[in-house]
């Protein structure tokens, strides 16, 4: 058997209502040349029975369905990693979608430059209101995604496999929940080249979920910005505007769902001296969510 081009990375646990849709996406895309792995992370639910369903009705493609004791996320995707064969290792969450020519359109890109570590692209957020594009823009430096906020999702990231195996997901406590965030700041400080595509999309489903964890994944993303600082990769200044611009974006998030209590907790975190914040404030205060 030949190598296929891509190796699908797909981490699950407990996806049950999602499953169908995410990995229809994949059976649907007009570039063939595949390998999907699924690592069901002690699923409680019927993720693994629905997998097994999912996937014996499809005919000539190539996949691996492995199950382990629930490790997290990072644990999950580096298993799959170790057992991939393609050239690259394009992520899918179990609860995000692809848009149909998303591997055909990134093939386009990756066949051209041999040297892109990571390939990103566009996302549309789906599932909480009306489908909306993600903000995503090119960046070449660590001190980019400080100051203008981290534009990869994982289902809209493409590794090169060698990259991928070289540079591990983290499976250290203190960065669960912000495993990516660490690795692309690892890449970055690896000198990895990343590449932007616009001429693909993933679409990443937006639940509402977070606002029940969103203290500990603030609490970890500041650890891995403060490791990363250690290492001298940022100075202080920049590694402190990085996390008022997070407290700041979790402030948003709690006033556009009506929980001002836990937002004015976030806006007295954010840069006091904006005179946006200051209105935002304000219009949370009167109990406004816009």
Same mark, same amino acid.
């Given at each position: 058997m030949t190598k296929p081009f891509y190796s699908i990375i797909i981490p699950v646990y407990n996806a049950a209502d999602s499953?169908?849709?995410?990995?229809?996406? #994949?059976?649907?895309?007009?570039f063939k040349d595949y390998e999907i792995i699924i690592v069901n992370d002690g699923s409680q639910d019927k993720s693994a029975e629905l997998i097994e369903a999912l996937l014996s009705k499809q005919e000539g493609i190539s996949y691996q369905l492995q199950h382990q004791e629930n490790q997290g996320l990072g644990a999950s995707r580096?298993?799959?990693?170790?057992?991939?064969?393609?050239?690259?290792?394009?992520?899918?969450?179990a609860d995000d979608m692809w848009h149909p020519e998303k591997l055909a359109s990134c093939y386009q890109y990756l066949s051209k430059d041999k040297n892109c570590d990571v390939l990103y692209h566009a996302v549309d957020n789906f599932g909480l209101k009306a489908d909306y594009p993600r903000r995503v823009f090119p960046i070449n430096?660590?001190?980019?995604?400080?100051?203008?906020?981290?534009?990869? #999702?994982?289902?809209?990231?493409?590794?090169?496999?060698?990259?991928?195996?070289?540079?591990?997901?983290?499976?250290?406590?203190?960065?669960?929940?912000?495993?990516?965030l660490f690795l692309w700041l690892e890449l970055m400080e690896a000198r990895k080249q990343f590449c932007y595509w616009p001429e693909a999309k993933s679409y990443y489903h937006e639940d509402g979920g977070m606002s029940s964890r969103l203290a500990e994944h603030l609490k970890k993303v500041e650890a891995v910005y403060e490791h990363f600082h250690q290492k001298g990769l940022y100075p202080r200044t920049s590694f402190e505007k990085a996390i008022q611009r997070k407290y700041y974006e979790a402030a948003r998030f709690?006033?556009?769902?009506?929980?001002?209590?836990?937002?004015?907790?976030?806006?007295?975190?954010?840069?006091?001296?904006?005179?946006?914040?200051?209105?935002?404030r304000l219009m949370n205060f009167l109990g406004l969510k816009w």
């Open positions: 499953l169908e849709e995410c990995l229809e996406s #994949v059976f649907k895309q007009t580096n298993k799959a990693i170790s057992l991939a064969k393609g050239d690259y290792c394009a992520f899918l969450d430096s660590a001190q980019e995604i400080l100051d203008k906020g981290l534009p990869i #999702v994982p289902s809209a990231a493409i590794l090169k496999r060698s990259t991928a195996l070289a540079f591990p997901f983290q499976v250290d406590d203190r960065f669960h929940g912000a495993e990516d709690c006033q556009k769902r009506g929980l001002h209590n836990r937002a004015h907790h976030y806006y007295s975190a954010a840069d006091s001296r904006s005179f946006k914040i200051l209105g935002l």
